[in-house]
């Protein structure tokens, strides 16, 4: 697609459910990046994706969080157990690098989660 | 680790120039982006650098100086739609990922 897309926009769940958010990267990008960002704070990383494989995990905040990437294109965030500190956006982001022009990430516009 | 920091507000008036400064310290270093991010919107890429020295792109320029971990994003002319905040990142050069710092709200005024 033109753009990267993520699904759904907003999302309010009861505490203790288990949610699932999506992104589509823009087609061909390779790396697919999972940030969060809570009220008035910066972009927290979450994981990276590398093709199918997800090389750096390092930012996902609990055991409750997981992430997968099927056929080098979309992506799923999984938090099971809902907590209320989990009420953030979440935003996906893909990037190219062509030609050695950095094209830097383009970012979907995230899902808001809201967690009650 | 990383780390980054940026001026949480700043206020400026129409027309006027602007100055948002970004230091950072930093383990391996791949760049430095700037971003802008209007309220209740995706963050859009503004600027890269990655060598030393000033990238002009229309009304916004950004400069880096990587011996003293230090950059700015410079915006002329301002515009009221250029009231948003505006977010310094560093890639690591290990991971790739970008680190974010917690951005500067930038308010224009008439």
């Known amino acids: 697609g033109a753009g990267v897309s993520q699904s759904p926009s907003n999302k309010v769940t009861e505490k203790g459910k288990d949610v699932e958010l999506r992104c589509d990267p823009i087609s061909g990008h390779t790396a697919l990046y999972w940030y969060r960002q809570s009220l008035g704070q910066g972009l927290e990383f979450l994981i990276y994706?590398?093709?199918?494989?997800?090389?750096?995990k390092s930012g996902l905040p609990s055991d409750r969080f997981s992430a997968e990437r099927t056929g080098g294109s979309v992506s799923t965030l999984t938090i099971q157990r809902t907590q209320q500190e989990d009420s953030a956006v979440y935003l996906c982001a893909s990037s190219l690098v062509m030609d050695n022009q950095e094209y830097g990430y383009t970012f979907g516009s995230g899902t808001r989660l809201t967690v009650v | 680790g990383q780390n980054i920091d940026q001026p949480t507000e700043m206020t400026a008036t129409e027309g006027a120039i602007v100055q948002i400064n970004c230091t950072y310290q930093?383990?391996?270093?791949?760049?430095l982006f700037w971003y802008q991010q209007h309220a209740g919107e995706a963050p859009t890429f503004l600027s890269y650098n990655v060598l030393d020295g000033l990238e002009e792109k229309g009304r916004f320029s950004s400069f880096l100086s990587r011996s003293k971990g230090y950059s700015y994003l410079l915006l002329k002319e301002l515009q009221m739609k250029d009231s948003a905040s505006y977010l310094c990142a560093v890639r690591d050069l290990v991971t790739d990922k970008l680190i974010f710092g917690t951005g500067t709200r930038l308010q224009v005024f008439p």
């Open positions: 930093t383990s391996g270093f791949n760049g």
């Open positions: 994706f590398q093709g199918n494989s997800a090389p750096d």
